[in-house]
Nanobody, 124 residues
């Protein structure tokens, strides 16, 4: 099992930037693909980005391509989500998740461990 703690959320104006961090402890972090998902009020949790165990492969949702970037530092057991050009529709609770697999996945059920979430609010 992996324990995940997200940080970095907050309130930002449209066009602004935020950087989320997720620190992992427990199972070997470097063996796990990591993902970021988000959930807006009244909506299902949706995939945002994923990165494989080494950082060599990343997946992006079309809605964030060119604006958001995922990266990881295995020495620090940390995965990052850099969000630029934020839009009001990016408002959601953002969750970090760890997979039992090394390869990326966009599917929620492929992730076994989840953080508590961090709120991101983008004002227009």
């Amino acid at each position: 099992q992996v324990q995940l703690v997200e940080s970095g959320g907050g309130l930002v104006q449209a066009g602004g930037s935020l950087r989320l961090s997720c620190v992992a402890s427990g199972r070997t972090f470097s063996d796990s693909a990591m993902g970021w998902f988000r959930q807006a009020p009244g909506k299902e949790r949706e995939f945002v980005l994923a990165i494989n165990w080494s950082g060599s492969t990343t997946y992006y949702a079309d809605s964030v391509r060119g604006r958001f970037t995922i990266s990881r530092d295995n020495a620090k057991n940390t995965v990052y989500l850099q969000m630029n050009s934020l839009r009001p529709e990016d408002t959601a609770v953002y969750y970090c998740a760890a997979s039992m697999r090394r390869a990326c996945s966009i599917i929620v059920k492929d992730y076994n461990d989840w953080g508590q979430g961090t709120q991101v609010t983008v004002s227009s």
